[in-house]
């Protein structure tokens, strides 16, 4: 059974800190990733998304993948207080279901 | 506001009711989703419809009917579920359902069922 695993949180940090998101997953053949935003009462928001191991920079935020250790991580930087919400981890292999995490919850606290 | 609509925002039905979600995109998309989202659980994908054509049914019990009579809009159909289908109900759409980075959600239906 596919599995993608995140740390349930909440994960605190200070304004201005570098926030850190992990995220693992079980199946080898995955090829696609995606981290989602979704604050409290709404619904997901795809923030990034990356195909190739290494890292993929889109403003404040950085998405990292190896493979190799099946593990994608995002990166915050400058983190605001309105980055606080939960951060859901998404694979997806050669099917056209992706497999999402529990999520993470994110406070960034003035 | 994503251009993704769902009605109604909230539903509370009895195990032995029959209702309707309805969900219409007005991006221009032709790749439409269900997802379910449980408290504590991973969001779940249920059904995926390209082109009006159902693609991906993730083992999702016959209590639960999708429909999509276009492109534009998608339903889903609810008939004698149980109290552990209490869940948001989300829908998404994409250009095709291979362009997944290009999903977007609606608001989402909140439904208990009592």
């Known amino acids: 059974q596919k599995e993608v695993e995140q740390n349930s949180g909440p994960l605190s940090v200070p304004e201005g800190a570098i926030a850190s998101l992990n995220c693992t997953y079980s199946d080898r053949g995955s090829q696609s990733f995606f981290w989602y935003r979704q604050y409290s009462g709404k619904s997901p928001e795809l923030i990034m998304f990356i195909y190739s191991n290494g890292d993929k920079e889109d403003g404040r935020f950085t998405a990292q993948l190896n493979k190799a250790s099946q593990y994608v991580s995002l990166l915050i930087r400058d983190s605001q207080p309105s980055d606080s919400a939960t951060y859901l981890c998404a694979v997806k292999g050669g099917s056209y279901i992706p497999t999402f995490g529990r999520g993470t919850s994110l406070i960034v606290h003035p | ?114």
Request: glycine letters at 4%; hydrophobic letters at 30%.
């Open chain 2, 1 to 114: 506001e994503t251009g993704v609509t769902q009605t109604p925002r909230h539903l509370v039905m009895g195990m032995t009711n029959k209702k309707s979600l309805k969900c219409e995109q007005h991006l221009g998309h032709n790749a439409m989703y269900w997802y379910k989202q449980s408290a504590k659980k991973p969001l779940e994908l249920m059904f995926v419809y390209n082109f009006k054509e159902q693609t991906e049914n993730n083992s999702v019990p016959s209590r639960f009917s999708p429909e999509c009579p276009n492109s534009s809009h998608l339903f889903l159909h609810l008939h004698t579920l149980q109290p552990e289908d209490s869940a948001l109900y989300l829908c998404a759409s994409s250009q095709d359902r291979i362009t997944l980075y290009e999903q977007y959600f609606g608001p989402g239906t909140r439904l208990t069922v009592t």
